[in-house]
């Protein structure tokens, strides 16, 4: 059965750090393209990350030089290393393969406040 399972969030203060780990299970990892979203009450699941099988990575203009996504295909684990947070950064998390995607997880929520 193909799950994702995030973890990792919490509430942090601005300009403080987080990372969130995904864990992937019940297909073969190394072969896919891994995304981070996020999603806000009332707004549409955004990209804001993406990883491909040779580590080659895309990161939103909004999270650019402040997050860094990666990758163990060893553990089946994919990250988001977070950074300078900010308060707009707030949101529930969730992990995905970007071209064929699953059932999503339940997500875990980042809270940037001071």
């Known amino acids: 059965q193909v799950q994702l399972v995030e973890s990792g969030g919490g509430l942090v203060q601005p300009g403080g750090s987080l990372r969130l780990s995904c864990a992937a299970s019940?297909?073969?990892?190394?072969?896919?393209?891994m995304s981070w979203y996020r999603q806000t009450p009332g707004k549409e699941r955004e990209l804001v990350a993406t990883?491909?099988?040779?580590?080659?990575?895309y990161h939103a203009d909004s999270v650019k030089g402040r997050f860094s996504i990666s990758r163990d295909n060893t553990k089946n684990m994919v990250y988001l290393q977070m950074d300078s947070l900010r308060p707009e950064d707030t949101a529930v998390y969730y992990c995905?393969?970007?071209?064929?995607?699953?059932?999503w997880g339940q997500g875990t929520q980042v809270t940037v406040s001071s």
């Open positions: 995905n393969r970007r071209n064929y995607p699953v059932n």
């Open positions: 990883i491909d099988s040779e580590d080659i990575t």
């Open positions: 019940g297909f073969v990892f190394s072969n896919y393209v």
